[in-house]
């Protein structure tokens, strides 16, 4: 019977129709070929009609079994690419909560800030306070109150960078050191001062290896009774063996600044070398490093302000801070400070 034939044929084809279906919408017309109305089953169940009644219950039931067989294979096929599909979409859709956030990198304090809070510290640790002036200052604050006259070398426009030059009395400039603020402070705050400056100052220097017409200093000041300079060596002692290490030793070199009287320049023994080595590369074979200058207060000075000498005395003391920051990490070059290099400031 061609009939018959025709549904063995669909029948054995079956199987490889269904699981070469790679969609769902495929699955869907493979399901219409072998079930529809124009399928091998769907046109031997129309013709059942015209069979002979005793074929009947045969056809049918044959009919019946191939459809069963027919529909176990679509509907496991339909539960894989269904499984299929919901794989897919969880791959897209996929959300990895480990993946990694964006760190924003941070950055770090400039070595000359860095240098000038290790400083400030060490005062502070003693019991000082930390005092502020302004950069744009007047000629008095920064030469006359402290016992520097009109005629001082340091006053001529090759030195100082004036911002409104003519009269001495309303002369501003910028702050050449930061000892202006010794005075200010002194005007404003009775005795005992204690005090550490740290600030910007600028002086109309060539650039050179050593030299910036701005720079860095960090002042001190004590003023209290009985104050001597037994005091200004002890705290200064104190500072570089915190600073440089134990073993630093100190020297005082006799010098001169209008405002402090007796006046010294502090030397540190090399940390590198120890003074020793005459190819040091820290000292060049001198054994000691010049750090700042300091003195006793020059009782103008108190009096410009207001204090009275006989009652109180006082010290004081003005370093740079880009010499030490040199030395205490070899560089080389004060220029690399302001050069911006990543490079060079990713190291500290
Ligand atoms: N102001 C001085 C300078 O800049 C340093 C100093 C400060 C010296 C205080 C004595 C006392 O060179």
Not at 40 to 49: F, L, P, Q, Y
Not at 175 to 197: F, G, K
Request: aromatic content about 8%.
């Amino acid at each position: 019977m061609t009939d018959s034939s025709r549904l063995d044929e669909a029948l054995a084809a079956a199987p490889a129709a269904v699981s070469g279906a790679a969609t769902l919408a495929e699955l869907d017309a493979v399901e219409k070929a072998l079930l529809g109305d124009t399928s091998a089953i769907g046109e031997a169940r129309r013709s059942m009609g015209s069979l002979d009644p005793a074929d009947r219950p045969r056809v049918g039931a044959q009919l019946n079994t191939a459809t069963k067989e027919i529909q176990g294979l679509l509907a496991s096929r339909l539960s894989e690419l269904e499984a299929q599909d919901e794989d897919r979409r969880l791959q897209d859709e996929r959300i990895d909560v480990t993946l990694e956030s964006i760190t924003l990198q941070s950055g770090s304090l400039h070595l000359l800030q860095q240098t000038m809070n290790d400083i400030v510290d060490i005062f502070v640790s003693l019991g000082y306070q930390v005092a502020t002036g302004p950069e744009a200052e007047l000629a008095w604050y920064n030469f006359d109150a402290l016992n520097t006259p009109p005629t001082h070398p340091s006053r001529l426009e090759s030195d100082t960078m004036y911002l409104d030059f003519g009269d001495p009395a309303d002369e501003v400039l910028l702050r050449t050191h930061t000892s202006p603020v010794q005075a200010r402070w002194m005007e404003a705050n009775d005795p005992p001062v204690y005090i550490v400056v740290p600030g910007k100052t600028y002086r109309l220097d060539t650039v050179d290896a050593t030299h910036l017409p701005v720079f860095h200093q960090i002042e001190g000041l004590a003023v209290d009774e009985n104050i001597t300079f037994s005091d200004l060596k002890g705290t200064l002692a104190h500072w570089a063996r915190e600073f440089f290490g134990p073993k630093t030793k100190v020297r005082f070199r006799p010098h001169f600044f209008p405002f402090t009287e007796p006046s010294a320049e502090l030397d540190v023994s090399c940390f590198a070398c120890d003074g020793g080595e005459p190819t040091c590369r820290v000292c060049k074979g001198a054994g000691w490093l010049e750090m700042m200058g300091c003195g006793v207060v020059d009782p103008n000075v108190l009096e410009a302000v207001g204090y009275d000498p006989a009652e109180v005395s006082g010290f004081a003391f003005g370093m740079g801070v880009e010499r030490p920051a040199m030395v205490r990490h070899g560089i080389n070059s004060i220029r690399h400070f302001v050069d911006n290099d990543l490079r060079f400031l990713r190291q500290f």
